[in-house]
């Protein structure tokens, strides 16, 4: 792979996730904060409309806009789909980008903690995973590996590398100081690892962690009206990457049954109860524990 | 005071609080749920278009809608402007209501557990306070008794008697069963008491108890050109209730300094970061304690 020179740091690709709203103001304030040596790092508010309205977006998810085909696809005109070509065109284009690197900053209602979600297992992400996890303890690394980065709909897939950092919890239009200081220490850290990454200069790191691995999303119980009846269990909730067995309660219903999780594996269940997945009626996605191994 | 008859219990008065609005579905499916033995109980569903549009409101805050004079104006003629005068028409009017206990259920993204608004200090809502924390230890009594009901401008005015319940902290547009089950534990804990109090069979009850009113709520930090420069401080945040002295750190400025609480009194924050009043820019509400004594 060669030398990662351009990187985007992104934030407010949901109006409502403040953290990267307020540290891209720090960061344009005060542009020493961003620097390193062998990078050159630009910063993008991508969604200041949603973020004036105080919603996640206007129209509809930007982050779900960027497949090769939407963006090649003129007759997707409202907002979102909109701003998803320009900044496609500013950091992109997508499959020869002029962007290296993206660094896509959210927040999550769910309790999943400075989560750094990875979209491709190979050597530099990997490492990243290792490098992260030794200067934030508390981190968690998740990937998101199951398609390409062609086929990704996120905005970190326009470039060639893109990781999205995901901190939680904190509710939609708040400031936390503890997610706000994470997400800072995430980002420090990750221009960090690429400094020494371009450099041949990272420390010695473990050749193995564990991480998770997404593997699906789940609904939340409905009628066959699609009303909805029931919500996550109280067991569940706030317990994000901790082990789901079958047998175990996952949702309570309003009239005080149970649902009990049926699947076919250990999950490990995280975006527990976020806020933003209620539109399209998720309860949480599941993931696996990966045993990631470095080289 | 005479009996009280007629109560009407009301949720989704803000759209994207959850907890009452998912349990005025339950009760209207299960109307024996709130039925007690000298009291006549009517739901209301104050504000649906909001909770269709996922928002607090449409176009103003409903729960500030309720002062006699605005009540009057028919110049005030917005969706939520309209709502205050069709509930004041099927629950009161004010001043001369046909209701006469109003339970108003909200959420807060504030870490205030159940809490238990009360906006009178006289017999009826000092022994229901008493009451309630009797039966739920880990509930807090807050007295904004600081101006009349008539001038008031919360939907629980309308009544000669209303209570806020207000349980968090929960996310906007969630639905935490913790905060579900605090909310109906109250709600049944307020109607049982009236049934009790109705009846003159209210158990003994300790002529003392610990209690908090409200003072004066106060902003987050800004440059003199509006702009927010500061947060919560972490050692506030999550900390409702948890006294305050002159010289604890209360902000934290993006640029890293720390703004100090310099009152003149022992504060009791609450609705600690409460997402709906970055609206107004309030930080928090501050309280003081107060001994409650039942003659």
Same mark, same amino acid.
């Given at each position: 792979m060669?030398?990662?020179?351009?990187?985007?740091?992104?934030?407010?690709?949901?109006?409502?996730?403040?953290s990267?709203?307020?540290?891209?103001k720090?960061?344009?304030?005060?542009?020493?904060?961003?620097?390193?040596?062998?990078?050159?790092?630009?910063?993008?508010?991508?969604?200041?409309?949603?973020? /004036? =309205?105080?919603?996640r *977006?206007i129209?509809?998810?930007?982050?779900?806009?960027?497949?090769?085909?939407?963006?090649?696809?003129?007759?997707?005109?409202?907002?979102?789909?909109?701003?998803?070509?320009?900044i496609?065109?500013q950091?992109?284009?997508?499959?020869?980008?002029?962007?290296d690197?993206?660094?896509?900053?959210?927040? +999550? +209602?769910s309790? $999943?903690?400075?989560s750094?979600? #990875?979209?491709?297992?190979?050597?530099?992400?990997?490492k $990243? !995973? =290792? *490098?992260?996890?030794?200067?934030?303890?508390?981190?968690?690394?998740?990937?998101?590996?199951?398609?390409?980065?062609? /086929?990704?709909?996120?905005?970190?897939?326009?470039?060639?590398?893109?990781?999205?950092?995901?901190? !939680?919890?904190?509710?939609?239009?708040?400031?936390?100081q503890?997610? #706000?200081?994470?997400?800072?220490?995430? +980002?420090?850290?990750i221009?960090?690892?690429? /400094?020494?990454?371009?450099k041949?200069? #990272?420390?010695? #790191?473990?050749?193995?962690?564990?991480?998770? @691995?997404?593997? @699906?999303?789940?609904?939340?119980?409905?009628?066959?009206?699609? @009303?909805?009846i029931?919500?996550?269990?109280k067991?569940?909730?706030?317990?994000?990457?901790?082990?789901?067995?079958?047998?175990?309660?996952?949702?309570?219903?309003?009239?005080?049954g149970?649902?009990? *999780?049926?699947?076919? *594996?250990?999950?490990?269940?995280?975006?527990?109860?976020? =806020?933003?997945y209620?539109?399209?009626?998720?309860?949480?996605?599941? !993931?696996?524990k990966?045993?990631? +191994?470095i080289?």
């Open positions: 060669s030398k990662i020179e351009q990187i985007a740091v992104v934030g407010g690709t949901h109006g409502n996730e403040f990267g709203i307020y540290l891209l720090k960061w344009q304030k005060n542009t020493q904060l961003l620097k390193r040596n062998s990078i050159n790092v630009e910063t993008v508010f991508a969604n200041p409309k949603a973020f /004036e =309205a105080n919603k *977006y129209d509809c998810d930007l982050n779900r806009q960027f497949t090769l085909s939407d963006l090649a696809n003129n007759k997707l005109a409202n907002y979102e789909q909109s701003r998803a070509k320009v496609n065109h950091l992109g284009p997508k499959g020869n980008a002029k962007t690197f993206i660094i896509d900053l959210h927040n +999550t +209602t309790n $999943m903690g400075p750094l979600i #990875l979209l491709k297992s190979d050597d530099f992400n990997k $990243m !995973g =290792a *490098y992260v996890l030794s200067v934030m303890p508390e981190a968690v690394v998740v990937f998101e590996d199951q398609i390409s980065m062609h /086929e990704h709909y996120f905005l970190a897939s326009i470039a060639d590398q893109g990781v999205i950092v995901e901190i !939680g919890p904190q509710p939609q239009s708040v400031i936390r503890d997610v #706000l200081d994470w997400m800072e220490n995430m +980002t420090n850290a221009l960090d690892f690429v /400094e020494l990454y371009n041949d200069e #990272l420390p010695d #790191l473990p050749k193995q962690y564990e991480a998770y @691995e997404y593997v @699906e999303s789940i609904e939340l119980p409905q009628d066959n009206k699609g @009303e909805r029931g919500m996550v269990h067991n569940v909730q706030d317990n994000d990457f901790k082990p789901l067995k079958a047998g175990d309660p996952i949702f309570t219903l309003f009239d005080g149970e649902i009990t *999780y049926q699947g076919d *594996y250990e999950a490990y269940p995280h975006f527990i109860n976020e =806020a933003a209620y539109d399209n009626n998720l309860a949480m996605s599941l !993931g696996k990966r045993i990631v +191994t080289d």
